[in-house]
């Protein structure tokens, strides 16, 4: 088990919960991108990860971001993160995927 994968994708899955709630939004998926990773499907789960973030309207942090991108690289797995809309990424450094 990658446990670096498991620890980055919670807590950015934990965030997208927190901000879905707070919007009055459901996205079932968020808790298979939990479980994948659980699972030692951290690929499988970052693809979910995006779809969920684009198709629910969430938003990632520049922090959240930069966690993703550097689980990316270390899984060689980066052009999952082209897919993410620019729009739903937020802060002062919003960088293109």
């Known amino acids: 088990m990658d446990h670096y994968a498991d620890a980055v994708i919670a807590m950015v899955v934990g965030a997208l919960e ?4 707070a ?3 459901r996205v079932d998926v ?8 659980a699972n030692d499907e951290a690929e499988i789960a970052l693809d979910y990860l995006v779809h969920a973030v684009n198709s629910s309207g969430l938003t990632l942090s520049q922090d959240q971001y930069d966690r993703l991108r550097a689980l990316a690289l270390r899984l060689e797995y980066s052009d999952v993160l082209t897919d993410i809309r620019p729009e739903r990424l937020t802060g002062p450094e919003r960088s293109s995927p």
Do not use: N
């Not at 968020?30 to 990773?37: N, P």
């Open 18 to 21: 927190r901000q879905a709630a």
């Open 23 to 25: 919007r009055g939004l």
């Open 30 to 37: 968020l808790q298979s991108v939990r479980e994948l990773a």
